[in-house]
């Protein structure tokens, strides 16, 4: 019998085979890494694939017809999925977020959402599941995912002129069609809602204003995130980031903003709010100023590859375990001793000079690939 071949899609990114100790201490949910950081976020993509050719995640000259995506063997299933965060919630995990590629991809995605509102934390509470989407069918979803036990949705939107989110997505979808999606999201009930928008100077910077005033006055928070140094096929250049700085200056400058205090430790966007008390706007400032030294996020790959950051070029085999002849117990005892040697902090070497990507130096992980 020949020997079962590993499609090369599998083989794109370095994973080692996870550690099980030799003796396996159950989790009691106080697992922290060299630099003392809890886990408590983990995202979950469920799928590599994606409709839009945004060029700064999945670029069209990249990503073409011709491109192999991971084959549904190589997925994890559902089961998979949710017996991992099952483990992950047992060491301190209180947020799952499902991501891509674009994840209402993923066939029956409600299913495995209805599998991880069961979980709970081991205080006996709920967890908070969210999901990011392009929005390009969540009108037609919303109400599916809200009732499968769906909490919250966040919808990435880097233009509210159409010819603009046209050109950014690549693939001629209309503005129309993803507030419609926010819309019946609100509806339904999935919120608070938080919108995304990728700011790319030279691109979409001339959306910054429109995008405050559309959402301004309603309950949604729009986000405007720094174009980021994901991946190696975006083309990133440091004269296209456009400080945060910049983009809260041109806001206040027309509606004037005061600072808020972050919801939870670990919060990615430093949060604005009007004066005028109509709404709130954040930031989130990767390239600029790197929030490295409270990240609690682990990102487990479509495959099941363990990611400890998003600038990472090497993951850890979960689905080796998941698939292989190994208890809970000795899975959770892995997850543990990955977590506990974790040291990354690429965004603040980066800001400091020290984390240049030199010439042969291992690819880093595509946004696509384990979201964002």
């Known amino acids: 019998m020949a020997d079962k071949m590993i499609p090369l899609a599998d ?50 000259e990249v990503f073409d017809k011709q491109y192999a995506f991971l084959p549904q063997t190589s997925l994890l299933s559902f089961e998979e999925i949710a017996r991992a965060a099952r483990l992950f919630v047992a060491h301190g995990v209180r947020k799952i977020r499902l991501t891509g590629g674009e994840p209402l991809l993923r066939k029956h995605l409600e299913v495995l959402i209805a599998m991880l509102a069961e979980l709970r934390t081991p205080e006996g509470d709920h967890l908070d599941i969210t999901l990011t989407t392009n929005g390009s069918v969540l009108a037609r979803k919303a109400q599916a995912l809200k009732d499968a036990g769906l909490n919250r949705i966040t919808v990435s939107l880097d233009a509210i002129d159409d010819a603009i989110f046209r050109r950014m997505n690549d693939a001629d979808f209309p503005v129309a069609d993803v507030l419609e999606g926010i819309a019946e999201a609100q509806r339904v009930g999935l919120g608070p809602i938080k919108v995304n928008m990728v700011v790319k100077r030279g691109t979409n910077d001339d959306q910054i204003l429109a995008m405050a005033r559309h959402f301004k006055g309603t309950p949604i928070v729009l986000r405007f995130i720094e174009y980021m140094d994901v991946g190696a096929t ?42 005028d008390g109509s709404g709130e706007i954040g930031v989130i400032s990767s390239v600029t ?56 902090r690429y965004s603040e070497l980066r800001s400091e000079g020290a984390a240049a990507p030199s010439a042969g130096a291992e690819r880093r992980v595509e946004m696509h690939y384990i979201g964002g």
């Open 11 to 60: 083989l794109r990114y370095a994973a080692a085979m996870p550690r099980v100790p030799a003796v396996s201490v159950p989790p009691i949910g106080l697992l922290g890494d060299t630099l003392g950081r809890p886990l408590r976020d983990l995202r979950i993509s469920v799928t590599d694939r994606c409709n839009f050719r945004c060029s700064y995640c999945m670029p069209k």
């Open 234 to 275: 975006n083309g990133w250049r440091m004269d296209e980031v456009l400080p945060s700085a910049q983009v809260i200056a041109r806001i206040a400058a027309e509606f004037p903003l005061e600072p808020l205090e972050a919801n939870e430790t670990g919060e990615t966007a430093a949060r604005w709010r009007y004066r």
């Open 289 to 344: 100023q790197a929030f490295c030294h409270d990240c609690n996020r682990a990102r487990l790959s479509t495959e099941g590859k363990l990611f400890l950051c998003l600038f990472a070029s090497q993951g850890h085999d979960l689905r080796a375990l998941l698939r292989g002849d190994y208890s809970d117990a000795q899975i959770a005892g892995a997850i543990g001793l990955i977590w506990q040697a974790r040291g990354d």
